[in-house]
């Protein structure tokens, strides 16, 4: 595997379920992300690890919840999802996140959710 | 407010017809502008990276500049393996990373 991977592709969900979304960058990065794709609006940042910290929670609603174990793995967790919450879930990494410095992020291919 | 702009929203072309994308932005301070491509069910592709008024960069039909307020990605002759949703963000010289997206510009080149 090369680049930046998720899992699932896509994921169809009912509002009362939890289920997990799984990202892995194999770039050896050390920063993180997760964003919103809906149609018809710009890609929005939900949350932002760097090494393994969360550093920035862009008022997401909890009923998204994040993990990072390691700099390699990302989670998503989702319970109690509304229909809006329905878009294509990217992660992306960069090199690094701290204040200064500037890394361009790579994206992995996104989790298309659908919530019935 | 943070902002960023695209225009057109969308844009067919002939191919090796040239044109230029635009990507109007305001911001407090700009630490920089990415270029990104964005193909159909795909992640974003990162393209250019620009930092100053004035500097431009270039990858095959591709070339990005940057002014104070704007940049513009021309492209020379596309082709229609160049079809896709260009997205442009930039990156506010202020503390924290997140970058401003803006809507993007689908581009269709047909034969």
């Known amino acids: ?116 | 407010e943070d902002q960023v702009t695209q225009s057109p929203e969308a844009l067919r072309l002939q191919e090796g017809e040239s044109s230029s994308l635009n990507c109007s932005y305001t911001v407090s301070g700009l630490r920089g502008l990415f270029w990104y491509r964005q193909d159909p069910g795909k992640g974003p592709e990162f393209l250019f990276t620009l930092y100053s008024a004035g500097e431009e960069k270039e990858k095959e039909r591709l070339k990005a500049t940057l002014t104070k307020k704007e940049s513009f990605l021309h492209i020379t002759a596309p082709k229609p393996e160049d079809s896709a949703t260009y997205l442009c963000a930039v990156q506010p010289n202020q503390a924290g990373t997140a970058l401003i997206f803006g809507k993007g510009t689908t581009l269709s080149v047909s034969s």
């Not at chain 1, 090494?51 to 609603?61: A, G, I, L, M, R």
């Not at chain 1, 390691?70 to 109690?80: A, K, V, Y």
């Not at chain 1, 992660?91 to 204040?99: I, M, R, T």
């Open chain 1, 1 to 116: 595997e090369t680049g930046v991977t998720q899992t699932p592709r896509h994921l169809v969900m009912g509002m009362t379920n939890k289920k997990s979304l799984k990202c892995e960058q194999h770039l050896g990065h050390n920063a993180m992300y997760w964003y919103k794709q809906s149609a018809k609006k710009p890609l929005e940042l939900m949350f932002v690890y760097n090494f393994k910290e969360q550093t920035e929670n862009n008022s997401v609603p909890s009923r998204f919840s994040p993990e990072c174990p390691n700099s390699s793995h990302l989670f998503l967790h989702l319970h109690t999802l509304q229909p809006e919450d329905s878009a294509l879930y990217l992660c992306a990494s960069s090199q690094d996140s701290s204040f200064g410095m500037l890394y361009e992020q790579y994206f992995g291919p996104g989790t298309r959710l659908t919530v019935t």
